[in-house]
Nanobody, 120 residues
């Protein structure tokens, strides 16, 4: 069992930056993929970025060049640096633990989310 706790969200203006954190407890996450997702009002949840245990990363086209995912295995924590925020980035951001099987990742444990609101 893994517990995830996101933090770092808030109300910001367009163009601002935030660093979201996802602290894991109950189990070390170093051997797992970790992902950041978001759910905007009235929309389905979408994956924003993920990072595999070896450090390779992948981003949604909508955030490439603006968001950076990283992990600190010593702290059992994953981060999402979000730069140049836009109003359309407004959403609840969640992190999740992923089980990798070849090219596929199955996302299992989820945090409660942190709200990011971007005003224009």
């Amino acid at each position: 069992q893994v517990q995830l706790a996101e933090s770092g969200g808030g109300l910001v203006q367009a163009g601002d930056s935030l660093r979201l954190s996802c602290a894991a407890s109950g189990r070390t996450i170093s051997s797992f993929a970790m992902g950041w997702f978001r759910r905007a009002p009235g929309k389905d949840r979408e994956i924003v970025a993920h990072i595999r245990s070896g450090g390779s990363t992948n981003y949604a086209d909508s955030v490439k060049g603006r968001f950076t995912i990283s992990r600190d295995n010593a702290k059992n924590t994953v981060y999402l640096l979000v730069n140049s925020l836009k109003p359309e980035d407004t959403a609840v951001y969640y992190c999740a633990v992923g089980w990798v099987a070849g090219p596929s990742i199955t996302w299992q444990y989820w945090g409660q989310g942190t709200q990011v609101t971007v005003s224009s």
